[in-house]
C-alpha cells in the first residue's frame, strides 16, 4: 500500500522577511534524489518586484487536460517560455514555447550557476489563491531526460511543498517562501513525486518558475 505507514521528516522553514539576498543553501539528501533549498535566494526587494512584472507581463492562460476522457481545466494558470523547438508535452497537450523576456533571462541567468545546468526553458505556474493547486506527479517526460536537474524559482504567497516516494513509504514537506529557490537533482523525478495543495490557509497569490533543459530539440 502506498501510504501505508510513511516514514515522516517533517520541516517546517522560519518564515523570514530576506531583506538582502542569502545565497546559502541547504542540501537535503533524501533516499534516491537531492535538493537544495536557498530561503532567500532573492532579496525581498528583487522578487516582490519579480512578482509584480510577471503577474502584469505574461500573457496568462488556463489550459486544459484530458482527464478520464473528459476535458478540465487546469486549476491555475500557465505559460511556457525558452529557445525555440523547446517544445514540451505533458498532460495530453504539446507547448511552443515563447521567446523569453528580459526579466526571465535575468532570473535564468541568476539561478545557473547554481544549478550547474544551461536552463533553454520555463514552466510558470500562477496559483491565483489556496484554491489553485498542483497534483501528484514527477517531472518525468522524456523530454527532461536522465535524472534532471529543476530549478524553481517562488514568488508571492508561500505554498506547502509536499513530496512522497511512494515505494519506500517516504515523504518530505517544506514551506516554499518568497524568493526563495529549490533545486531537484539526482535520480528525485524517477522515485519521488510532489504536490502543491489546495490550502484554506492562504488567499495571496504565488508564481512558481521552473527551470528545465529539454533535451530533444524538434
Ligand atoms: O509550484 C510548485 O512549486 C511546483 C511546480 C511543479 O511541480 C512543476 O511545475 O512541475
Ligand atoms: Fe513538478
Known amino acids: 500500500m502506498l501510504d501505508a505507514q510513511p516514514l515522516c521528516i517533517f520541516v517546517v522553514m522560519e518564515p523570514q522577511i530576506p531583506l538582502f539576498n542569502d545565497p546559502a543553501g541547504q542540501h537535503i539528501t533524501l533516499k534516491d534524489g537531492e535538493l537544495v533549498y536557498y530561503p532567500q535566494f532573492f532579496s525581498l526587494q528583487e ?8 503577474t502584469e507581463r505574461i500573457p496568462w492562460q488556463q489550459e486544459r487536460m484530458k482527464m478520464y476522457g473528459k476535458e478540465v481545466l487546469f486549476p ?3 505559460a511556457w517560455y525558452g529557445d525555440a523547438g ?4 505533458f498532460s495530453g497537450n504539446t507547448y511552443t514555447p515563447q521567446a523569453w523576456t528580459e526579466e526571465l533571462l ?3 541567468e541568476r539561478i545557473e550557476p547554481e544549478a550547474g545546468v544551461r536552463f533553454n526553458s520555463v514552466l510558470l505556474n500562477r496559483y491565483r489563491n489556496g484554491k489553485d493547486s498542483m497534483g501528484w506527479h514527477a517531472d518525468d517526460e522524456p523530454e527532461l531526460g536522465l535524472n534532471p536537474v529543476i530549478a524553481s524559482v517562488n514568488l508571492g504567497a508561500s505554498r506547502r511543498f509536499m513530496l512522497r516516494h511512494p515505494q519506500a513509504g517516504l515523504k518530505y514537506e517544506l514551506d516554499l517562501q518568497h524568493g526563495s529557490l529549490l533545486i531537484m537533482k539526482g535520480a528525485l523525478q524517477h522515485h519521488w513525486q510532489h504536490q502543491v495543495p489546495k490550502t484554506t490557509k492562504v488567499s495571496g497569490e504565488r508564481i512558481n518558475l521552473t527551470f528545465r533543459v529539454i533535451q530533444r530539440v524538434r
Not at 522578487?47 to 510577471?54: C, G, H, N, R
Open 47 to 54: 522578487a516582490t518586484s519579480y512578482l509584480q512584472v510577471l
Open 76 to 78: 491555475r494558470l500557465m
Open 86 to 89: 523547446s517544445n514540451y508535452a
Open 106 to 108: 535575468q532570473i535564468k
